[in-house]
């Protein structure tokens, strides 16, 4: 039996993944707890997708839950969020993945958090994999090189570089220095006056963005404080190589996207010269180092070569050129 509507908006960027969303949208209507509305974002607009969420929008109209399907201008996944969230009518707004599947419990316990935290700058809710995988562990010999073994999960170095979300405790509320973009939920009018990040809109739309979900966190903590849910309220599933990945794009931007977007995400996070261009220097080493093992494991093919490539390049960009990565990348093509 569903529960009286929430004041929880739930907001879900998509993009040619009818397949997905409607494993999501049949989630949500499974919940204990209802939202107000539902915001998708569609970057796409394919019949496929229009179908499927015609068929969720008359399942959920039935409990007044108000259903958006909106098309985005642009494919770039923070502003799809962006411009989804800006459509948002509740006191809180939900974001996830188009991939993403709640608990039926997920909107209760999340609505009984924000009536009993205090100084909320947003919550996220856990994202981890079905029955049949654990969440990921922390590489050891990475944190090492970067000097970050000791910080706990959900914490930012002071280069911005994200401890992994593993081996936390179960059932409990903490405190964290970034968000998860599988899940995560901010009080809707804190979210409204974050200006649009659009240097970070623009790598994106190039297909070599990184971390916005972090960037857009780092902001909300100016707020107030990030608290995750570690109740495993948000499922994702196992990855399935012939499903359709989220926003594809090819080998060489994808190189250039752990070099040259990295390099970004940890301007747009820190100042700090000194512990910014250590992290990026390791980081690289450590990409060059997985590349090598990887020639030598199996043959490359052409993404992978492609990748490489990107990647040798970004590296050059990022180490010889780094006067002209901006802290506010209003331009970061410029680079190229």
Known sequence: MNDPLTNISICIPTYYRANQLRHSLE????????????????????????????????????????VLHIK?????????RYFAAKHVKSEITLIIDDDISLRPQALSILL???????????????CCYDDRRENIRRDKFKDYLLGIH??????????????????LPQDKTIIVDFLSGGAMSYPTKLLHSVPPLVGLYDLYSKGIGK???TILS??????????????????????????????????????????????????????????????????????????????LKRPFGK?????????????????FK??????????????L
């Open 27 to 66: 989630a949500i209507c499974q919940l204990e707890s209802l939202p107000a509305e539902v915001i998708i974002s569609d970057a796409g607009f394919d019949e496929e997708t229009k179908s499927v969420v015609a068929t969720y929008q008359a399942k959920l109209q039935e409990f007044d839950i108000r």
């Open 218 to 295: 780092h902001c909300m903590a100016e707020k107030g404080a990030l608290y995750l849910l570690t109740n495993k309220l948000a499922i994702h599933p196992i990855e399935d190589q012939k499903q359709v990945r989220p926003y594809p794009t090819n080998g060489y931007k994808k190189g250039l996207a752990a070099t040259i977007g990295r390099a970004h995400t940890l301007k747009w996070l820190r100042t700090s010269t000194k512990w910014y261009w250590l992290n990026i220097n390791v980081l690289l080493l450590l990409e060059g180092i997985r590349c090598m093992i990887g020639i």
């Open 112 to 126: 009984d958090a924000y009536k009993s935290l205090n100084n909320i700058g947003g919550i996220g809710l856990l």
């Open 72 to 80: 985005s201008p642009e494919k770039a996944l923070p502003f799809q």
């Open 211 to 213: 971390g916005e979900d």
């Open 322 to 335: 780094n006067n002209k990565i901006p802290v506010n990348p209003s331009h970061p093509m410029k680079l």
């Open 303 to 319: 993404y992978e070569w492609a990748r490489y490539k990107g990647f040798i390049i970004g590296s050059f960009l990022c180490l």
């Open 150 to 167: 000791k910080l706990q999960s959900g914490k930012l170095s002071k280069g911005g570089v994200r401890i992994t979300m593993s081996g």
